[in-house]
Antibody
């Protein structure tokens, strides 16, 4: 059974930093591109970032470019999102998701981890 | 103007069909894009439904019933999600998404109510 389990979401002050993690199991992790997608409370979905199967290709939404960094460790079946210079508008449920390719959107999503940016 | 525009809400009765639209900004031609669709129920992550490019290039998500189908209305520059034989379990939020200019863009979502 495919599982994606996010962790690391907490309450953090504006300007602070946070690292999210996502552990994948039940599939060949290094065969898949991986995504982060977020959803602010009561709002719609917003794509945040993606990374290719080997980590060589990454892409970011303009809203997080220069502040967030996506990475992966295939030996640990894990995906990460380093979030710096956090703003109140970054408050959201952050989903980890997998895809067959960076040019195809995700086919399976985790349950999400909640990040709250507040003083 | 948003890249993708979806009506905030729609409703239909059980057994009827629901036609959900996803209108692309005028400078983005729907003919050139795969339109992907997701379903999201409260408290759950999105579920991938399908994609549609043309009648000869389309695909259904794993386990997604055939009563969910996609199409395009080129005259309206829109992608369409058609749900036939509506069931109460189809009540959910529906999102379209495309890949223009190296960034994934989601529509704002349509809340479908099954009356």
């Amino acid at each position: 059974e495919v599982q994606l389990v996010e962790s690391g979401g907490v309450v953090v002050q504006p300007g602070g930093s946070l690292r999210l993690s996502c552990a994948g199991s039940g599939f060949t992790f290094d065969d898949y591109a991986m995504y982060w997608v977020r959803q602010a409370p009561g709002k719609g979905l917003e794509w945040v970032s993606l990374i290719s199967w080997n980590g060589r290709d990454t892409s970011y939404a303009d809203s997080v470019k220069g502040r967030f960094t996506i990475s992966r460790d295939n030996s640990k079946h894990s995906l990460y999102l380093q979030m710096n210079s956090l703003r109140s508008e970054d408050t959201a449920l952050y989903y980890c998701a997998k895809s067959a390719s960076v040019s195809i959107p995700p086919d399976y999503w985790g349950q999400g981890t909640l990040v709250t940016v507040s003083s | 103007q948003p890249v993708l525009t979806q009506p905030p809400s729609s409703s239909a009765s059980p057994g009827e069909s629901a036609r959900l639209t996803c209108t692309l900004r005028s400078d983005i031609n729907v003919r050139n894009y795969n339109i992907y669709w997701y379903q999201q129920k409260p408290g759950s992550p999105p579920r991938y439904l399908l994609y549609y490019y043309s009648d000869s290039d389309k695909g259904q998500g794993s386990g997604v019933p055939s009563r969910f189908s996609g199409s395009k209305d080129a005259s309206a520059n829109a992608g369409i999600l058609l749900i036939s034989g509506l069931q109460s379990e189809d009540e959910a939020d529906y999102y379209c998404v495309i890949w223009p200019r190296n960034a994934w863009v989601f529509g704002g979502g349509t809340k479908l109510t099954v009356l």
